[in-house]
């Protein structure tokens, strides 16, 4: 019996106790019932005879039926809905068996509602449904109620229900204490069960079941065994209504003392005790050195003494926070299966057999001795011939952890060594930061571009980089924002650079070069067939299409497309291609050609970009091809000397670097010192001017390997004999006539080769470079190794 609040829904109504009218039902005799009346549906409860109740109209239908009954007689049948969720109920929606009612009120509300009091008068049945528009109207046939037995067993069960209904409402807040009252004012027996079937606390289901019993005694047993229910609940309900206010006053409880003790805490120290139980959690299966252990514990007995609030508590706790993440011993276990990391480098990279080796070795010793001060490698090499991604294969094959760093551009120290962490901001170096990432002590870390590093007036990280990258050093690498030594001797650096020029002599000390020398006409072939065409069609959407591209296709792809060391220019041009076979793919349904020949790369890549053709033969005399290194790799260097009337003098032109202007003065020094014996009247060289031209005049040049070319040009401009044909040469030439060695041998054969030549001219001291190269890749090349100038004259001019 908890429902006692009225509810403006519409023809819904919850019950509140409203003291019995005319309880004696005198008047019932005179009133005249009706058979066919008007019909109003409730939606959520059951009007019992006898019972008063308050509803809210909300229904056109049902207010237009309680205005007509009230204007007559005031009696209307009310019926229950048997669905509740039903908003606009048929016939069918409604039970047969309801209670006739007597409005006794009816009341205009302010907000224009209608609200009207009821008084059950006389339960009926439902005979047949007359009409349903514009209101229910029905046939109804009354029920009479049975005689009141008035035994022992039905005033002890009325008794029963008194006492029950009374003690529900006692544990029920939400009843008022009048309810009670009510219930001991009533007498007669029938009033009291309808009384009470009405004010139940349970479904319209159930209530009907009450309203259709006619027997007053099976209805009232049935009403004690709902009553009993609803006091158990009751109880319950009391039970842990009374439990939760006790605890919520516990709570309340604890609430004032935690707020009394942050009261105190923020009178003496921070309100951190979560974060530091979880920080010193945390250290307890961290695996430091005894040093990083003080450390911690310094830091952690400062933290729990400071107030969150404060600058300097981000400060020590992201320094903790530090510590606690750094794996100080704790690293990856290397795969010594070199015959499996073999063909992990075969297989992500083609060639490089000198540092695939080198790899080898690194893992032999390990697997010997167990662990080794890992060396500093530098690969260096023009860009696009794979440095980088070496790093990654590498990493994979020794089954560690990878990291790359870019250095290009990097011009702060702090960004190497770290800030000191009382600084705003502050943050561990790079190095330390890739530690913590990787989560590993011994990763492979790429430090990529290190030739590009910057540096300004305050700071250089190149001269940071001396301790990372001694392996006598880096066993204590000092950090400043850490404040600690940390061990870096477990990691394999692995240096990338496109030259050696621009490193610091001290820091390249400290390296292991290796030189990657840019591919071979053959090898870029290979590396096209086994990567770059796989690579394309797969993200071109055409990895299950057949495409086929022969050797001489691809051949003809990187001599007529491409002038590179490496591959990025190739891997772009075949990129090219299969957009086309994309899209070609796409409009054919799905059809396409196989192959691509030679003549789908003009049709897909327009005409060659270049042409070696220019480069075989010099007409001239005064015309002599050089060997160039370039940051992309070898090339075909023209050295045009022309004489005309003068005073002896020397002009260059061709935007020469000082290094190639005083290797062009030197050749013109040694011809005037030697005029006679390479047969040059020296009247004639006092008499003319000599202009030495190197074209593409846009592109800067500079370097000593163009001294025995210019000597030759000039020679050759002087006595009037041709350079021989297909002839190329490099090498530095000395004032006594020497011819010394130069760099980028194979990058300068290559590109010899590329460009159609026949025979090389160059220092006897680069035969060794020369060795190096696979011997395929040089098939019909004829070397000519010198020592003197005399030597380089005779092959190109004198036995032309």
């Not at 209504?241 to 609430?255: F, G, L």
């Not at 010193?280 to 107030?307: C, D, Q, V, Y």
């Not at 606690?324 to 276990?333: F, K």
């Not at 020296?682 to 005049?697: D, F, R, W, Y």
Request: charged share 25%; proline share 4%; aromatic share 6%.
């Amino acid at each position: 019996m908890s429902k006692f609040l009225l509810s403006n829904n519409d023809d819904e109504v919850e019950f509140m106790p409203i003291l019995p009218v005319n309880e004696d039902e005198e008047d019932d005799k005179t009133l005249l019932y009706p058979t066919e009346i008007p019909v109003l549906a409730l939606r959520n409860t059951v009007l019992f005879p006898n019972v008063v109740i308050p509803i809210t109209i909300g229904r056109d239908k049902s207010l237009k039926a309680v205005n007509d009954a009230y204007k007559g007689d005031k009696l209307i049948a009310v019926l229950a809905q048997k669905d509740v969720s039903v908003e606009e109920p048929v016939a069918s929606d409604l039970v047969n068996v309801g209670t006739v009612a007597k409005i006794i009120k009816l009341i205009k509300m302010p907000d224009g509602g209608t609200t009207i009091i009821l008084q059950g008068k006389q339960r009926f049945t439902l005979k047949k449904m007359l009409a349903e528009e514009p209101y229910f109207k029905a046939e109804i046939e009354y029920l009479t109620e049975e005689e009141v037995d008035n035994s022992n067993d039905f005033l002890a069960l009325i008794s029963g229900i008194k006492d029950i209904a009374t003690e529900i409402i006692k544990l029920s807040p939400n009843i008022p204490s009048e309810a009670s009252i009510i219930l001991k004012n009533i007498e007669q027996p029938n009033f009291l069960i309808n009384f009470v079937c009405g004010n139940l606390n349970s479904d319209v289901v159930e209530k009907q079941l009450l309203l259709e019993i006619n027997n007053i005694k099976a209805r009232a047993e049935q009403l004690m065994t709902f009553l009993n229910r609803e006091l158990q609940f009751a109880k319950i309900k009391d039970q842990v209504t009374n439990k939760t206010r006790t605890e919520i006053d516990k709570q309340q409880r604890d609430y004032f003392l935690q707020q009394q003790m942050k009261s105190i805490k923020e009178e003496l120290g921070g309100e951190n005790g979560a974060e530091v139980n979880q920080m010193r959690k945390k250290a307890e299966s961290k695996n430091w050195p005894e040093e990083a252990k003080k450390a911690f514990e310094t830091g952690i007995e400062k933290l729990e003494r400071m107030h969150p609030s404060t600058p300097d508590y981000s400060v020590v706790y992201n320094h903790l926070d530090l510590l606690l993440d750094l794996p100080w011993n704790e690293v990856t276990e290397d795969h010594y299966d070199l015959v499996k990391a073999k063909k992990i480098l075969d297989n992500d990279h083609y060639g490089m057999d000198k540092i695939k080796d080198r790899i080898l070795e690194h893992l032999a010793v390990l697997k010997l001795k167990g662990d080794m001060k890992s060396p500093i490698l530098c690969f260096v090499g023009p860009p696009g011939i794979g440095k980088t991604s070496l790093g990654k294969s590498i990493a994979h094959a020794l089954g560690r952890k990878y990291i790359r760093q870019s250095l290009g551009g990097l011009h702060d120290e702090s960004e190497i060594r770290g800030h000191r962490k009382t600084y705003i901001g502050a943050m561990p170096g790079r190095i330390i930061q890739s530690i913590r990432k990787a989560k590993t002590s011994n990763p492979v870390m790429v430090l990529d571009e290190l030739d590009k590093l910057g540096s300004d007036h305050r700071t250089d990280p190149s001269s940071a980089l001396l301790e990372v990258l001694d392996p006598e050093q880096n066993s204590t690498f000092y950090d400043n924002y850490l404040e600690l030594e940390y061990d870096l001797s477990k990691v394999l650096f692995i240096a990338t650079a496109n030259t050696l020029s621009t490193i610091q002599p001290a820091l390249r000390d400290r390296l292991e070069i290796i030189d990657l020398s840019g591919y071979a006409i053959e090898e870029k072939v290979e590396i096209a067939k086994r990567h770059l065409v796989p690579k394309q069609k797969e993200i071109h959407g055409l990895s299950k299409v057949k495409i086929n591209m022969s050797d001489s296709v691809l051949e003809k792809l990187t001599e007529s497309y491409t002038r590179e060391s490496g591959v990025r220019d190739l891997d772009r041009q075949i990129a090219n291609i299969m957009r086309h076979l994309a899209k070609e793919y796409v409009l054919n349904n799905n059809k396409i050609k196989s192959t691509v020949t030679g003549a789908d790369l003009t049709k897909i890549l327009g005409l060659p970009k270049f042409n070696n053709e220019l480069y075989k033969v010099a007409n001239i005399p005064g015309v002599a091809v050089g060997l160039a290194w370039t940051y992309v790799g070898g090339d075909i260097l023209f050295i045009e000397a022309s004489v005309s009337e003068g005073k002896g003098e020397l002009q260059l032109t061709g935007n020469l670097g000082q290094v190639m202007k005083e290797s062009a003065n030197a050749a013109f020094t040694f011809i005037k010192s030697n005029a006679k014996k390479i047969n040059i009247d020296p009247a004639k060289i006092s008499n003319s001017s000599i202009h030495v031209h190197v074209p593409e005049g846009a592109t800067p040049k500079d370097g000593p390997s163009a001294g025995i070319t210019m000597l030759t040009a000039i020679t050759s401009a002087l006595t009037g004999k041709k350079v021989k044909p297909y002839l190329a040469m490099t090498g530095e030439i000395t004032l006594r006539g020497q011819v010394l060695p130069v760099g980028g041998i194979k990058e300068k054969v290559l590109a010899a080769k590329r460009s159609g030549m026949k025979e090389i001219v160059m220092c006897w001291m680069n035969e060794k470079d020369v060795n190096e190269i696979e011997p395929n890749y040089i098939q019909g090349l004829t070397f000519h190794y010198v020592k003197t100038m005399n030597q380089v004259l005779d092959i190109a001019l004198f036995n032309s």
